[in-house]
Nanobody
Framework: QVQLVESGGGSVQAGGSLRLSCVDS????????VGWFRQAPGKEREWVAT????????YYADAVKGRFTISQDNAKNTVYLQMNSLKPEDTGMYYC?????????????????WGQGTQVTVSS
């Protein structure tokens, strides 16, 4: 059974940093892509970043490029999202996701597996 468990959210002031973690288990393929998504209140869920577990290839949404870094520790089955220079518009629930069809770092449709989410709040 696939499980994704996020942690690391919190409240910070604009310009601050947070590091989110996603521990995954139960995958049968070593080449799964793992992604981070976020959802702000009243808005649709949006893709943030993706990492391919075997190649280490990474992809970012334009809104976070240069500020966020996705990385992994395969020995710990953990994917991280380092978030720097945070802005109030980065506020939202952040989800780790995997499974489904991924092309060039982007999902075609909805990921098959989701974590429970971790809240990030950035105040101005």
């Amino acid at each position: 059974q696939v499980q994704l468990v996020e942690s690391g959210g919190g409240s910070v002031q604009a310009g601050g940093s947070l590091r989110l973690s996603c521990v995954d288990s139960g995958f049968s393929s070593s080449d799964n892509a793992v992604g981070w998504f976020r959802q702000a209140p009243g808005k649709e869920r949006e893709w943030v970043a993706t990492i391919y577990r075997r190649s280490g290839g990474t992809y970012y949404a334009d809104a976070v490029k240069g500020r966020f870094t996705i990385s992994q520790d395969n020995a710990k089955n953990t994917v991280y999202l380092q978030m720097n220079s945070l802005k109030p518009e980065d506020t939202g629930m952040y989800y780790c996701a995997a499974g489904g069809l991924v092309f060039g770092g982007r999902w075609s449709g909805t990921p098959a597996y989701w974590g429970q989410g971790t809240q990030v709040t950035v105040s101005s």
